[in-house]
């Protein structure tokens, strides 16, 4: 994601929860994209894609091993996490990829520069994603895609319902909100790309989900999230700040996410909304 | 669904609601078992599948489509749908097809007696959900598979949020639980098998989304919901009986959910659970 990237300590390492960010690939964080993607490749093996909001990197280093005699270019508007997106690119030895710094806002490249265009909870964390789609617009060549997919955290279901978990997620919804974000993207993403001026008929809008409930996927989820409650990440330090948690809080929810995760019974699911522009 | 179904007012015509049930297959509403019935079927194909609250039996047949030299019962606890089931077998000249009157807690079968033991959206709405999975268990060959699927209403999201639209959600949920039902059943489902005496190992969960959002999916649900608010169903008189609406209220949603049919931006989604269960 574009924004919450605390500064790496070493660079090159994942920050605190980068745990759960490097599990997303572009096949299954992308996936309403790739069938596309596959089309678009068989008649012109050279594309070029954007990754928009790349983060660690993970989803683009995929989108290149998909597009071999293609490009991909991520950016992000944090810099600090551009040496571990790199990092990751060199140890799956993937070359036909660069990273480098730039807002959704204002990216970078002329207009029509890229084939597909691309972003994975971005618009969710934005004051005026339309805006954002706007951009992404302009540096997409006539005839390319523009691909968003984002996540509606109000949608998040989790089990077994323990209260500190419940107060776990308001405490990021109100983070997200606090922070000019939007907690029901996933259900928005078609009002903000009709906002950016597209027509009904260029958009194809779908619904997917993320989960987690086998034992290894608890662990993941559960060790991400206890990092970013135990420290490590800005998360503390900005509930404190907008008055979404005190001190005591973060421990206990941290204790109930280490009880969700030895429980056979739980899961943690959440519904994506996703579109696909024809420019 | 098993309940919830009004008498037709004409023998193997649809009652109002059926609208929307009758959109489900097996491929929109049972993705998750079709590789596994698939491997199955290569090793056996004479499997015996059973559809367990099969309602207009949409599901049913198009297992049955599935499995051409195999055979599909459907069950439903209502036996004024089995007529409308049965016509639909006809329409689509599916033969290896037989339905009947049966409850998910006392189905009407010997022990061991189909290879598959499937459900959606059944569990939802009844009291002891674990009782009907123990009884789908139990009339299942032992290497043979039960599977659900079952919404997660609470995860619903309606885009644009219209008052009227949350309304008619609170609605449907109280009604949900009124009838002894939960409308987290999709969240809960693991849970309930494992209290069905399952073993973790055995199960496999995932999870999925179903959506309107294209203007013919958008008219199908919205005159599907329209019937149901205007009568043909016992919606409003349940609605009554429960002190979960006024008159008033049935017509005020009815024409959100036109005005919602009509907007560019609209879309309805919901994240299903669903299990697959090795015997």
């Not at 690939?25 to 093996?45: D, F, G, R």
């Not at 084939?115 to 997409?140: S, Y």
């Not at 500190?164 to 997200?176: C, Q, T």
């Amino acid at each position: 994601m574009e924004q919450d990237q605390a500064p790496s300590e070493k660079p090159g390492h994942p920050p605190a929860q980068a745990t759960l960010h490097e599990v997303r690939t572009a096949e299954n964080s992308a996936a309403h994209l790739l069938p596309t993607l596959q089309t678009m490749k068989e008649s012109n093996p050279h594309l070029t894609l954007l990754d928009v909001g790349a983060g660690s990197g993970t989803i683009s280093v995929s989108f290149a091993k998909l597009i071999p005699d293609g490009h991909v270019t991520g950016v992000d508007l944090n810099p600090n996490i551009l040496p571990r997106a790199r990092a990751v690119a060199e140890r799956d030895g993937v070359k036909n990829i660069e990273f480098q710094q730039g807002s959704v806002y204002k990216l970078p490249f002329a207009d029509e520069t890229f084939d597909v265009t691309f972003c994975h909870q971005v618009l969710i964390h934005i004051g005026t994603p339309w805006d954002a789609l706007r951009e992404m617009l302009r540096v997409t060549k006539r005839g390319g895609i523009v691909a968003a997919r984002e996540g509606d955290y109000e949608t998040e279901c989790v089990w077994p319902e323990l209260p500190e978990l419940r107060k776990f997620h308001k405490l990021m919804a109100g983070l997200m909100s606090a922070g000019g974000g939007t907690p029901t993207a996933g259900r928005q993403l078609l009002s903000w790309a009709l906002k950016a001026g597209v027509e009904r008929s260029q958009i194809t809008l779908s619904y997917s989900t993320s989960s987690y409930s086998t034992p290894s996927d608890r662990n993941i989820c559960s060790q991400g999230l206890c990092d970013q409650l135990r420290g490590g990440s800005r998360l503390r330090e900005k509930a404190l700040k907008f008055g979404l948690g005190a001190e005591d809080d973060f421990e206990e929810m941290a204790k109930a996410w280490e009880e969700w995760a030895k429980r056979d019974d739980a899961s943690l699911a959440m519904l994506h909304g996703e579109i696909l522009v024809q420019k």
